[in-house]
């Protein structure tokens, strides 16, 4: 099977923070793939990576056969009209109704008459089954509604690979399955490729293809959701199963509690 | 908000704009008779002193400005300092006109005055006036003044 | 002791640094906005809508300080003139101090304020909500689209409100001069015509708010773009823009009156 997007050894840092080293990933075409891991563990850098917003110190992303950081700033925003994104509270340009949103990427990129941009958005709108509010500002819209809304904006352009950043932060518990079932349906929809980077291990396991565990900066592991599930390595399953202890310690390191307590003093 | 609205603010905002610029220009400044744009001819004169007279000074004749300083010049053949000015092609002048540096009341600024001669022939783009009154330097004045006071009680 | 002294050596240096790097940052950032400010002129529609925000919006502020700026102008200066018996030329000190200086730096200073503290707040606020970064990701150059239309909106709007704010300047003189004090009407008028230069002092006083709107809008688009995506980066940047694009004003008033007035 071919891969849309495929990582090879990236090693990527902030000044002198190294936020990922060597991960190596693939995305098959017509999947729906999740990277999960803790917050701060470099998944929202690795989707700017694949977005070719920053470059790697090492290795190389290729999306559809192209090196991202090679190419030139023309290059980059051509590649990047197939690309939708879309971000962890939604992003919508707060000056513009929901329609104009959705309306944006069509009337910066294409020619397409008014009475067609019309016709398109209202699609996509209702894809998300939100065209009876389609002239509410962002202000109005609940945050559910405005993560769809987003998420009707990411696809206005049918993109061959689309981004979710956190798509399932701060919802309730039915507009998460709603998105849910919209990442999946739209995926199979547009014949899109998808990406979820998530910390959400319930509802993505029950939509997802493929999934990459990251943990500081390198992948620990990956496999189908049913792998994880049934996963033994420690840390996968502290994760899954949302445990309070475990490899990853409740406590931030420090010194001893008693010391802090003046306990051994006390004692001494 | 409505497009069309939107429009109608800004075009409103422009207008009014425009106006105030027009406003600051006609009626509060006097582009109008100014003569940056009429057509204008030149003629210089000769003065031993100028006194504090600048350039775009004004050019009256009977109290109406008729034109403007163009240009001030040391000449250092003679000494002397060369104005030209530009006066309005309107206004036409014989050439024995004499020309006069006068000051507008007492610490007022300093301007040009032309009196018309009796000459039939007119003055041409490039003339020479050749009848020129310096200006009336303050110090030199108070300090005739005094010298005709100490004469005067020197006679008695 | 030399250890205080090469820290407080390495804290100056630190801070110069800093400094210079910052400038040439808000140059690049300054260059670029002029280099593809194609997108706002093309796209006329954009600009016009931040004209709306940037001019119309600043109307009421700027008509209502004008006027009174312009009748304090009047009641003071009556009140030194008449001493002198010269209480005619009151028209001319209105409108001479609004033409040169108080149209152009008040109008702007004000500007500033309402319009630049709005601008930076919401180009930082875009930021903060990943708004620009959800344009990039859409292959659409946000220079382009958001800080262009803004600035040619704010640099076109800056000249019209400093000219209305001095046109009413000079009403209010009217009405306190003429109408309350009974200064005679064709002397006002008149001295002031004689005094006010075209070019010397309406034209100067134009190029004036120009340059001082392309300041205050390239400081106020800098600082937004520049903030960092907090709730206090935010609020820090706008302090910054009204108080950087303050002085500015006044900085660039000196230099450009040393200029236009000298030798004259």
């Not at chain 2, 009014?16 to 006097?30: D, E, F, N, P, Q």
């Amino acid at each position: 099977m071919e891969n849309l997007v495929e990582i090879k050894d990236v090693t990527f840092s902030y000044d002198v923070l190294p936020v990922l080293t060597g991960i190596n990933m693939t995305v098959p075409r017509g999947k729906v793939v999740s990277i999960m891991g803790l917050s701060g563990c470099g998944k929202t850098t690795l989707l700017r990576l694949i977005g070719g917003a920053l470059k790697p110190r090492k290795g190389e992303v290729r999306v559809a056969g192209r090196v991202m950081h090679e190419l030139e700033q023309d290059e980059l925003y051509h590649l990047r009209r197939k690309m939708g994104m879309l971000f962890q509270f939604g992003a919508l340009f707060t000056d513009l109704s929901a329609f104009d949103n959705v309306a944006f990427q069509m009337r910066e990129h294409t020619d397409l008459p008014e009475s067609m941009i019309q016709d398109l958005v209202l699609m996509k709108l209702h894809a998300v089954g939100l065209r009876g509010a389609h002239q509410l500002m962002p202000s109005e819209l609940s945050g559910g509604m405005a993560r769809r809304v987003a998420l009707a904006r990411a696809i206005a352009l049918d993109p061959m690979l689309i981004m979710y950043d956190e798509p399932f932060a701060g919802l309730d518990p039915i507009s998460l399955s709603v998105i849910g079932d919209l990442i999946r349906h739209l995926n199979d929809a547009l014949g899109a490729t998808s990406i979820v980077v998530t910390h959400d291990v319930q509802e993505s396991l029950k939509i997802v293809d493929y999934v990459y565990f990251m943990s500081e900066g390198v992948v620990v592991t990956h496999g189908t959701p049913d792998d994880i599930r049934r996963s033994e390595a420690p840390f996968v399953h502290q994760f899954v199963w949302g445990e309070m202890d475990g490899p990853v310690p409740f406590h931030y390191p420090g010194s001893s509690y008693a010391g802090d307590l003046s306990l051994e003093t006390a004692r001494a | 908000m409505e497009r069309t609205v939107l429009d109608l603010w800004v075009g409103i905002f422009v207008a009014a704009g425009i106006a105030a610029l027009l406003v600051l220009a006609l009626k509060v400044g006097s582009a109008g008779t100014t003569f940056n744009v009429g057509e204008t001819y030149r003629v210089a004169a000769e003065f031993d002193n100028i006194g504090g007279l600048k350039v775009r000074a004004p050019v009256k004749s009977a109290g109406v400005v008729v034109g403007r300083v163009d240009d001030i010049q040391f000449e250092n053949q003679r000494f002397v300092a060369r104005v030209v000015m530009k006066i309005d092609q309107r206004y036409q002048f014989p050439k024995d006109t004499s020309v006069s540096i006068l000051t507008s009341g007492l610490l007022g600024e300093q301007y040009i005055g032309l009196e018309a001669g009796g000459d039939s022939a007119m003055l041409k783009d490039g003339d020479k006036l050749k009848i020129t009154q310096s200006a009336v330097v303050l110090e030199k004045l108070i300090g005739q003044f005094l010298y005709n006071k100490a004469a005067e009680g020197g006679a008695k | 002791m030399p250890e205080r002294v090469l820290k407080n050596l390495r804290g100056i240096g630190h801070e110069v640094v800093n400094g210079i790097w910052r400038l040439g940052y808000a140059s690049r950032f300054f260059l670029l906005t002029l280099a593809r400010s194609a997108t706002s002129f093309r796209r006329f529609g954009l600009t016009i809508k931040e004209i709306y925000f940037a001019g119309v919006l600043s109307l009421i502020i700027i008509i209502v300080s004008g006027l009174f700026v312009g009748m304090v102008l009047a009641l003071q200066g009556y009140e030194t003139l008449q001493k002198y018996g010269a209480a005619e030329a009151v028209g001319t000190l209105v409108a001479l101090s609004l033409t040169r200086e108080l149209g152009p730096v008040v109008a702007a200073l004000l500007f500033a304020s309402r319009a630049g503290s709005a601008m930076t707040a919401e180009i930082g606020l875009m930021k903060a909500t990943e708004q620009i970064t959800a344009m990039e990701m859409m292959a659409v150059d946000p220079i382009a689209r958001v800080i262009g239309p803004r600035f040619w909106g704010g640099v076109l709007s800056m000249p019209l409100l400093a000219a209305m704010f001095s046109v009413v300047g000079v009403f209010g003189g009217y009405l306190i001069a003429v109408v309350l004090i009974g200064v005679d009407e064709g002397a006002f008028w008149s001295q002031m015509q004689n005094a006010v230069d075209f070019r010397q002092d309406v034209v100067n006083g134009v190029i004036k708010s120009m340059v001082f709107g392309v300041a205050v809008t390239a400081i106020a688009l800098f600082e937004g773009y520049d903030a960092p995506p907090t709730a206090e980066g935010v609020s820090g940047a706008t302090t910054r823009t009204v108080v950087t694009s303050s002085l500015a004003i006044l900085g660039l008033d000196f230099v450009l009156t040393a200029f236009m007035f000298k030798g004259i």
